[in-house]
């Protein structure tokens, strides 16, 4: 990355969104990456169950906030980068302030709602994020590019119901596949930061179990709700 790219992965500013199975492990990756400012958001404490998938969280943090627990490990990692944490969810009215002052957001999260309130929000402020998303032994993501790519309702225009939608809670989670995902969100997240992104956006699926990987170019939907004409 050289020294130029070094420099600005650590002007960077970055919100984890969600400090569970992907933003625990990404927040470790962009931390030892040197990005300079990150902030950590979840609302959760640590259970007993994260434990087979999380990073930075050990037994001793069962029933400590999350964001805390991965906030306090990324300043021994790193301590010369600034990293904060909120013990919050995300909502209709605080999304504003949570990415005032952010370069790029990294999708942690495990519900839909969130991933929408967030979409909705980074694209009106442009600022790019990187969808993810983990369930049984698949996952996948996509960065979103405001004004250059698809954004998330392009992609999927309305909210699947949640009982349609697999999650850790409802399939169970395979504990490589965060891990592969969050290496593939992290790498979009530093080319991003240093400008070597290039279109086209790919929606990359990747299945750990099955062995099967796939990156699909995803236009823009001109009549999207969000981001349309
Ligand atoms: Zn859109």
Redesign the pocket.
């Known amino acids: 990355m050289g020294e130029e790219g070094q420099r600005r992965l650590n002007a960077a500013s970055v919100l984890i969104a969600g400090c569970g199975a992907l933003g625990s492990n990404s927040a470790e990756i962009l931390a030892r990456a040197g990005i300079g400012r990150i902030l950590l958001i979840d609302s959760d404490v640590v259970e007993l169950t994260n434990l087979q998938r999380q990073g930075l969280m050990d037994a001793a943090d069962v029933g400590r906030p999350k964001a805390d627990v991965v906030a306090e490990a990324l300043r021994q990692i790193n301590p010369e980068i600034r990293i904060a944490a909120e013990v919050v969810r995300i909502a209709a009215g605080n999304i504003e302030r949570l990415i005032t002052d952010i370069d790029l957001v990294l999708d942690g999260f495990d519900n839909l709602e969130s991933r929408y309130l967030l979409n909705d929000a980074c694209?009106k402020s442009a600022i790019p994020w990187i969808f993810a998303t983990v369930a049984g032994t698949f996952g996948m993501t996509m960065p979103i590019l405001p004004g250059e790519g698809?954004?998330?309702?392009?992609l999927f225009p309305e909210p699947a119901p949640e009982e349609a939608v697999l999650t850790a809670g409802t399939s169970g989670l395979i504990n490589t596949i965060p891990r592969a995902i969050v290496a593939l969100q992290a790498t979009q997240a530093m080319k991003i930061i240093l400008r070597s992104f290039a279109p086209p956006v790919r929606l990359t699926t990747y299945d750990i179990w099955q062995e099967s990987f796939s990156a699909q170019k995803i236009p823009?939907?001109p009549g999207?709700l969000?981001?349309?004409t």
């Open positions: 694209v698809p954004c998330l309702r392009c823009r939907n999207c969000c981001c349309g």
